[in-house]
């Protein structure tokens, strides 16, 4: 547990203190670059990535975790079932907990379109580019909220279903964080180091100690139970 909260303090700190001046920067710059040249060679790619980033595609993200909830779901007894639904009302006090560490960073961190723009470096946006209203420019994109809430629900997944379900759950982080990333509406380490960090910090506390448990037997108990027909 100790172990995970000192590594999420050092990869914070080391995007924090070299500025924009470290390596963690140049890999930000190389990845903005690569991928905003390749929306400017490709209108297939173009299109793609502004289709994922409407609004309305965030809710795919929802339903694939609702699909990976729902498989193990349906196999669970009621008691299984009622266990679950704890589960998943604890994943939301932690999604809560990590919120609180974000709102107490307090960084407002122009996402890489708005950044290189304002440095007056011409940049390409999806949404000018297709007309459409996709996300591709933020002025607070550190850290990646939707990254968190990913990598969240994923070591959940790990802790009380196994190595299967966290590897489905590994493949929704990657594939529905990556077309924020592509657009420039988020840097890699808003997700990496950011999203990352506050994670490794939160999940040690939670899912490495009783505390998990302990929240998910405060559910069952208090929780109304269905009424058993005779």
């Known amino acids: 547990m100790l172990g995970f909260t000192i590594f999420g303090i050092l990869l914070f ?12 920067y140049e890999i930000d710059k190389s990845v903005f670059f690569f991928f905003n040249h390749l929306i400017g060679q490709s209108q297939a790619l173009l299109y793609l990535v502004a289709f994922t980033n409407l609004r309305p595609f965030d809710a795919v993200a929802f339903l694939f975790m609702l699909g990976i ?12 079932r009622r266990w679950m639904l704890c589960i998943g009302l604890t994943m939301l006090v932690t999604a809560v907990i990590a919120k609180q560490f974000d709102m107490m ?25 297709t007309g459409w209203p996709a996300k591709d420019w933020s002025s607070t994109s550190f850290p990646g ?9 994923t070591f959940y997944m790990l802790r009380y279903f ?34 990352g960090s506050i994670c490794s910090i939160v999940l040690s506390w939670m899912l490495l100690t009783p505390a998990s ?14 009424d058993k027909k005779n």
């Open 13 to 24: 700190a080391s995007w924090l203190l070299p500025g924009q001046a470290g390596f963690w």
């Open 69 to 80: 909830f729902y498989h193990y779901y349906r196999l669970q007894d009621a008691k299984g």
């Open 105 to 129: 960073l307090g960084f407002e961190r122009p996402s890489a379109t708005k950044f290189f723009t304002l440095q007056g470096v011409p940049v390409l946006r999806v949404s000018e580019l």
């Open 145 to 153: 909220d939707h990254g968190m809430m990913l990598l969240i629900f």
């Open 162 to 195: 196994g190595k299967k379900a966290f590897a489905a759950s590994l493949l929704v982080v990657i594939v529905f964080s990556m077309p924020r990333i592509m657009s420039g509406a988020h840097w890699l380490t808003d997700v990496v180091v950011g999203s």
């Open 213 to 226: 448990d302990r929240v998910i037997a405060l559910f069952d108990r208090y929780l109304p139970h269905r």
